[in-house]
């Protein structure tokens, strides 16, 4: 993604901070379902757009993958994905997702985790992931759910006593700019539609093969706070696809 | 579908008085988004499942079908959609749609508009049209959309003048029963998941072929008092699928 909020040091460091930074897979809650939507990884050419701390290359060779490519633009995120990486079959390059430029039929899987949302042309990574996915590779990816970037405040409202009353919804096909906030920082991101992620696929030369909105695992329902707020709204969506 | 609230005298009039029941398909604001997703009809067997007056069910037949039955539980729409039938390709049977039980392979096409927001079971839906369809079979059907039925009040939030604020969403994930008011009076609707209707597909024999979340026609949008209100939040899904 251009967008490169993950440089800036007071956000790199709250997110440095996060489930999700400090344990991994195991630490985001969406994984135990977009887990289920990944191909069998054995001996595949991996690419992750937006890899982050590397977190999804590094499992994909724990899976048996070949190699695994990670691609991102923020040089703060490759440098904390490198110190994390002991295989030589992982490398990392710094790019906007946007702008990769691999041969045809470089990878047999593209995996992609809440990045899509900070680029307004989901056309245009279609076609980039369509040209460098080999045919029958998979595509697998999430992003914030249409519901939760539609408005653009990212946020609950609110009764009198800050009790969450129910989540708004507003300027659902008004695609584009979004200025949240995230981690208390301000963070531009692309609402997108339902129908702009599932169409351009089905349009774009790929076949669905999976669609789910991740509830939170069981164990978790209970036990952290607030986590029940999350069967009251979607936040993320997740999308694998199959070039035809 | 078993919910007949169309039965009932006094929703039935106002029903009636709708642009879609006068005016049939070009009075209905998604039907230039629906036709798109629709397939070439020559020759084929058509079902309608919860065919009301029956006006796909003569579009079918005028667009070349060899035949089209639609399915409701309603007498009333029954008798409304015979009145208005003089084709002999076409019938009318009255069932609920969750009951249908045709020979395997008995239809090229099904259809199915604004109708299964009124059952809480997709999957048996989804097993009832995979029997009955023959191989390569389309499915095209439109539902209030998840972001639509989810709170159950199916009304916007206003401020203190009476002025739209948002569209509130909650119980996103509790499926089920919903008490709502359509042409004022109470009707039960049953919410499901964007997840349910794609998952339940695509686990069940479906390739998906088309998802749209329609916006009102550019030509509405400015002359149609409140259709800018449209753009605001989905109101409906359109989806088609293939039996695999």
Redesign the interface.
């Known amino acids: 993604m251009k967008e490169n909020k993950y440089d800036d040091a007071t956000f790199f460091d709250k997110y440095s901070q996060m489930d999700r930074s400090q344990k991994g897979l195991e630490g985001a809650g969406e994984w135990h379902e977009l887990q289920k939507l990944l191909p069998d990884f054995h001996g595949k050419r991996v690419l992750d757009l937006g890899c982050g701390f590397g977190w999804h290359c590094r499992y994909a060779v724990e899976q048996g993958a070949a190699s695994a490519v990670g691609v991102d633009i923020s040089e703060k995120m490759l440098e904390g994905a490198r110190s994390r990486t002991d295989s030589s079959a992982v490398r990392y390059v710094r790019a906007a997702f946007e702008d990769i430029d691999f041969p045809a039929g470089s990878f047999d899987v593209v995996i992609s985790s809440l990045a899509f949302h900070y680029t307004p042309d989901f056309s245009r990574i279609c076609a980039k992931v369509r040209e460098c996915l080999t045919a029958g590779g998979d595509f697998v990816f999430s992003v914030e759910h249409p519901?939760f970037t539609?408005?653009g405040t990212q946020d609950w409202?609110y009764d009198g006593e800050g009790k969450p009353?129910?989540?708004?919804?507003?300027?659902?096909?008004?695609e584009g700019k979004r200025e949240t906030r995230f981690l208390g920082e301000e963070v531009v991101k692309y609402h997108k539609?339902?129908?702009t992620y599932?169409?351009t696929l089905?349009t774009g030369g790929f076949?669905?093969?999976?669609?789910?909105?991740p509830?939170p695992a069981p164990e978790l329902l209970h036990t952290v706070p607030g986590m029940e707020e999350?069967?009251?709204?979607?936040m993320m969506l997740l999308v694998a696809a199959r070039k035809r």
């Open positions: 519901v539609a408005c409202v009353l129910h989540w708004p919804v507003d300027r659902y096909f008004i539609t339902l129908t599932v169409h089905l076949e669905l093969t999976g669609l789910v909105e509830q999350e069967l009251r709204r979607p």
